[in-house]
Structure formats: C-alpha cells, structure tokens
C-alpha cells in the first residue's frame, strides 16, 4: 500500500485556469506537508498542516489554498494558474509536529501552458 | 535563515566503487536533523539516512554512510560499492529541533549522481 498517495501525477493546463491536487496519507500521521520543486529541482515548503490546522504558510501567493478535510488528506487548490506554477509538486507526511522523518509522494508535475 | 549548501551539482561514478557527496550547513541552532534524500528518475522522494546532531556517531545504513563535522557544519554521505540503481539526484536537508510548531524541511540544490557501468 502506498504511504502518501497523491493525484494526479501529471497535470497539463491552460494559463488561468484554477486545478486542485489530492494528497492522502494511510500512515496514521497528524502533520502534513506540500513542496514544491522548480525547473532547476530545488525543493521548497510551501505549507503545513498539523490536525486539519495551517501551521506553516511559506509566503505563497493566495492563489494557493491548500484544504485539509481531515488530518489524511491535505489538497492543494490553485486559482488562475500561470506561467510559473509549473513545477513538480510533492506532499509529504510527519508523524507528528515533533517528527523528524518526513514521507513524501511520488509528486505531481503540473505544466502550465 | 538556515541554509543548506551542495557544492557538487554533478558527480559521477564507477560501479563498486566509493563516492563522496558534499553537503555544508548553516544554523546557529545547536539541535537539529540533518538528511539524505535521493530522487531517482521516478521522481519518488526517498530517505536514505539521518543524522541527529547531538549524537557524535555517524549513522551508516548498508552501504551508506555519513562523515557528520558539527563544528565545521559539514554533513557528506559516502556510498560504498556504487551500484547503477543508486544514480539518482541526491539532495541533503536539514530540519531545526523545536518543542512545537512543526518544522520544514530545507533542502540543498541537490547532486546528481550517476553510476557508470
């Protein structure tokens, strides 16, 4: 079973459009993670969610919002898509606030054209 | 800010043999974690090792190992007997220990490895 599942793996779109990424974990963790990977494959947080609460906000524009159902989902939501949202993005899972190891998705490459 | 630094953008070598990859830190915390990830063509994000900084030993898992320089904030993994499966992108991280509030991982630009037969 895969620990920290995320859909869909590649996402090909149009400039303006708003398209949402899905993320679940079956790990039992509280803290969950989105990164995003840029052209040159540097990772960057982009936000935590702890218990369906926002813990990090990573100075990310409010065209993303990221939603957390429950604490083994956490979606990724992104309005008027642009030029520069193309990149690879990953969610990761923590155990808990405290939990040093962090298990990531496979990402999901989305192109903006 | 805590910065992580990879020096190496590209390495490569020859299968069974060793490699070095570089990984220097900056922090003025005195507790933190420090990591190997290795990214390979699936573009599965997978833990190779971790460090805690308190703990002076290295940490070694089968054929990895890192040489951890706290006070030089130096972190490297050497991989012994490469094998082809070990090419991949290599990106070393580092995450601030704290009693709440989580803590993001920062990562450095990453090394990309590859394995000659």
């Known amino acids: 079973d895969t620990a920290v599942s995320q859909t869909p793996k590649y996402l090909v779109t149009q400039m303006g459009n708003d398209k949402s990424i899905k993320c679940e974990q079956n790990?039992?963790?509280?803290?969950m993670y989105w990164y995003k990977q840029d052209s040159k494959k540097f990772l960057k947080i982009m936000f935590s969610y702890n218990n369906k609460e926002l813990i990090i906000n990573e100075t990310v524009p409010n065209r993303f919002s990221p939603k957390s159902p429950d604490k083994a989902h956490l979606n990724l939501h992104i309005n008027s898509l642009e030029l520069g949202d193309s990149a690879v993005y990953f969610c990761?899972?923590?155990?808990?606030?405290?939990?040093?190891?962090?298990?990531f998705g496979a990402g999901t490459r989305l192109s903006v054209l | 800010a805590q910065t992580v630094t990879q020096s190496q953008p590209e390495m490569s070598v020859q299968e069974a043999e060793t490699v070095t990859l570089s990984c220097t830190y900056d922090t003025s915390e005195s507790d933190y974690y420090l990591f190997w990830y290795k990214q390979p063509p699936s573009r599965q994000m997978i833990l190779v090792i971790r460090?805690?900084?308190?703990?002076?030993q290295n940490a070694t898992e089968n054929r990895f190992s890192v040489n951890f320089q706290k006070a030089a904030k130096s972190f490297s993994l050497k991989i012994s007997d490469s094998q082809l499966g070990d090419a991949a992108m290599y990106f070393c991280a580092y995450r601030r220990v704290t009693q709440g509030g989580s803590e993001k991982l920062v990562f450095g630009k990453g090394t990309k490895l590859t394995v000659n037969p």
């Open positions: 990761a899972s923590s155990q808990n606030l405290q939990g040093n190891i962090q298990y």
């Open positions: 460090q805690e900084a308190y703990k002076q």
């Open positions: 790990l039992g963790h509280d803290t």
